[in-house]
């Protein structure tokens, strides 16, 4: 995956920008984008599949700002969506519908009949009765809704218990041992076109062998279905693949269709991919401004202005993130912080014992935070969400303003006084 910053002298550099430079006209804290990243991350998985028949839709919830899918819509990407929400952004984006599988464990009749206007691939059912509830909405419309259903192969991912989602235990999907039932009451349904089978098993996977599992266990129900007379055209595998963060392996993606090469050798299927941290994770980063240091007992804390509300990921899943200063400058001394935001909470930090050379008013940047990070941030302890730039080249674009104290209260009322 590609890196988005440099070292170039005492800068660190994003494309051909500074970070100084970003924060200087932007503000802190900021989250910073390369769109050369994102592009060669997503052009990546385009060489990785060939010139297999292929969609890779891009999952737009780890990173949904609309410049960033405008991006990847003009390299011809799909998108794996789970909202309304995050359908029209991706209409907004000029991403092309026909290209849209919409996954989500309880679509509501409103979402399903906004998705059958605009014409998406395919749903992405999660349950029996979501089948019936498309069914029913795509009947009082008179269309033909696409489906694939989403199964739950009851495999390990061995990731973050948080972010594994193909074990029986885990809310997601439809057990594989009751799929086969499912797809037959689909076929007889009038308002249904069965047209694939989906899965998706966690997020941020380092090896490969609970991908090649779960497709094993596809394939046998797909060759099962054909058997009885339901030819899908489509096999989507889901996200997943992780980034590096700290000193992670991550099989490359070339190593991940190698293994999946004998398995699908000879088969007509569609090949479907899903991913989002992977494309997006590497390009990003969030630039920060140490406000405090201060010492507590033996401990040092840099009180930075970016919290747990900017990106959660640290507080939530007691993730690593690799953190340091966004400008090197020699005569400072280096020591051990736990680098921390002003919220009031004791999970409130992004990144413990680290060895920094700081001061107050120096800038840092926390790497590998395109994914997930903007995406989970919230306005807690009534924070407006930070701004969002999008370097390209020379170029920084602004793409998504820093919030006022306006935008934080909108649809807010007083109640009127008798
Ligand atoms: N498809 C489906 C149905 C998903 O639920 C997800 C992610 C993806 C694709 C994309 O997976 P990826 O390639 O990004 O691993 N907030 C967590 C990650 C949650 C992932 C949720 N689903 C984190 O920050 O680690």
Not at 100 to 127: P, Q, W
Request: aromatic letters at 6%.
């Amino acid at each position: 995956m590609h890196s988005s910053v440099t070292t170039q002298g005492n800068q660190r550099i994003m494309e051909d920008v500074p970070l100084s430079a970003i924060v200087q006209q932007f503000g802190s804290p900021c989250y910073a984008y390369s769109k050369k990243a994102i592009s060669e991350n997503f052009l990546d998985y385009q060489r990785a599949l060939g010139s297999r028949d292929h969609l890779i839709c891009y999952a737009v919830k780890s990173n949904s700002n609309i410049a960033v899918l405008q991006t990847l819509a003009k390299l011809g990407a799909g998108f794996d969506i789970v909202s309304v929400g995050e359908l029209e952004r991706v209409l907004m984006a000029g991403g092309d519908p026909t290209k849209v599988v919409y996954s989500g464990v309880a679509k509501t009749a409103d979402e399903m009949r906004r998705a059958l206007e605009v014409g998406i691939h395919c749903f992405n059912v999660e349950s029996e009765s979501e089948l019936r509830l498309l069914n029913k909405t795509a009947a009082e419309t008179h269309q033909l809704a696409p489906v694939s259903i989403r199964v739950n192969p009851d495999v390990d991912a061995k990731t973050h218990p948080y972010i594994s989602t193909g074990l029986k235990e885990n809310k997601f999907g439809i057990d594989i041992n009751r799929a086969f039932e499912v797809y037959q009451q689909a076929a007889q349904m009038d308002n249904i076109s069965v047209v694939g089978v989906d899965c998706h098993i966690g997020s941020q996977l380092t090896d490969i062998t609970p991908f090649i599992d779960a497709m094993q266990h596809l394939l046998l129900l797909v060759d099962r279905l054909a058997d009885s007379g339901i030819k899908l055209k489509h096999i989507d595998i889901g996200g997943g693949l992780g980034v590096r963060y700290q000193n992670e392996t991550i099989p490359s993606l070339a190593i991940y269709m190698d293994a999946l090469e004998p398995l699908l050798k000879g088969r007509i299927e569609t090949l479907v991919m899903e991913p989002g941290r992977s494309i997006t994770a590497n390009a990003g980063i969030l630039l920060t401004q140490v406000q405090v240091i201060k010492k507590n007992g033996d401990k040092n804390f840099a009180i930075v202005d970016a919290a747990m509300n900017d990106m959660l990921r640290p507080a939530l899943y007691d993730a690593w993130m690799d953190i340091n200063s966004a400008e090197i400058i020699a005569d400072r001394t280096e020591d051990s912080y736990d680098v921390v935001g002003p919220v009031c909470e004791t999970g409130d930090f992004l990144a413990k014992d680290r060895m920094l050379a700081i001061t107050e008013g120096d800038y840092l940047y926390l790497s590998s935070a395109g994914a997930y990070g903007f995406t989970m941030s919230s306005n807690y302890n009534s924070r407006p969400r930070v701004a969002e730039v999008m370097v390209d080249g020379h170029q920084i674009h602004l793409v998504r303003a820093r919030e006022t104290i306006e935008d934080l209260v909108r649809g807010e009322q007083l109640i009127k006084e008798q």
